[in-house]
Nanobody, 123 residues
Framework: QVQLVQTGGGSVETGGSLRLSCAIN????????MGWWRQAPGKKREPVAR???????HYASHLRDRFTISRDIAMHTVYLQMSTLQPGDTGMYYC?????????????????WGQGTQVTVSS
């Protein structure tokens, strides 16, 4: 079994930065894909970025210049570094893990999800 524990997030002013962390507990060796999604109030969940265990990364095109996904293999943790944050980035951010090489277009392929962490960007 895999459990994901998210930390980070919080409130920041426009132009600020935040880093989210997602620790993989349990059967981390079975995880092939890790990803981040976000959901703003009243909106649908949207993909942010994902990384495979070979370090291959993919981003939502409109976020690639400001967001960076990375991982610490030894710590079994995936990070999302967010910079130049804007009010439109406000929302709940979720990390997810999958046992196959899944893409951002297939959230259903990510079997395990974190508890979510709130990011609020004020103008």
């Amino acid at each position: 079994q895999v459990q994901l524990v998210q930390t980070g997030g919080g409130s920041v002013e426009t132009g600020g930065s935040l880093r989210l962390s997602c620790a993989i507990n349990g059967d981390h060796d079975s995880v092939k894909s890790m990803g981040w999604w976000r959901q703003a109030p009243g909106k649908k969940r949207e993909p942010v970025a994902r990384i495979w265990d070979d370090d291959y990364k993919h981003y939502a095109s409109h976020l690639r210049d400001r967001f960076t996904i990375s991982r610490d293999i030894a710590m079994h943790t995936v990070y999302l570094q967010m910079s130049t944050l804007q009010p439109g980035d406000t929302g709940m951010y979720y990390c997810a893990a999958g046992r196959t090489y899944a893409g951002l277009a297939s959230p259903e392929a990510f079997q395990f999800w974190g508890q979510g962490t709130q990011v609020t960007v004020s103008s």
